[in-house]
C-alpha cells in the first residue's frame, strides 16, 4: 500500500520516471509471489502423485488435494487481463522438475509409514512419469 501512495505522490509531482520504476518494482513482486504460489502448490500435487504411485492405492484426501492443487496452479499462472500466462508449458515443467525433490522429500515421511529414505522411494516410482502426470492435470482444460 505504500508503494501505492508514493507512486501516487510521484504522479502529482510530476515525476513519471521515478514512478515507473516502483510500478516495475510491484509487477516484479506480483510476478515472485505467483511463482511461488506455483512452486508451492507443485509441491503439494508432486508429494501426492508419488504416494499414489509408490503405495499404488489412493484415499479420497489424496485425489482431492490432487486435484486442488492442480487447480490453484491453473489459476495462479494464468493472467486475467492479457489472456496469457505466468509460465509456459516449458517454465511449469521446469518449475515442477525443481519442486520434485521437496515433495519427494516429504512424501518419504508420509509414504509406507515412512519406513523409506526419500532415494528409496524415488526407485519405486518414475520421476519423469510424476511429472508427465502432474502437467496433463495442470494443462487440461
Known sequence: MEELLEIKQLLHQGKVAEALVLVEEL???SKSDKLNKIFSYGII???HL???SAENRTTKSW???IYNS???I???NKRHKTKGYYLSEQELQ???QDAYESALRSAALEAFEGIYEAEQLNEMVKQEGI???AMDLILEP
Do not use: G
Request: proline fraction near 0%; glycine fraction near 0%.
Open 27 to 29: 509487477e516484479e513482486m
Open 45 to 47: 500435487l508432486l508429494l
Open 50 to 52: 508419488i504416494k499414489k
Open 63 to 65: 485425489e482431492t488435494s
Open 70 to 72: 492442480a487447480k490453484q
Open 74 to 76: 491453473k489459476r495462479t
Open 94 to 96: 521446469e518449475t515442477l
Open 131 to 133: 511429472i508427465t502426470m
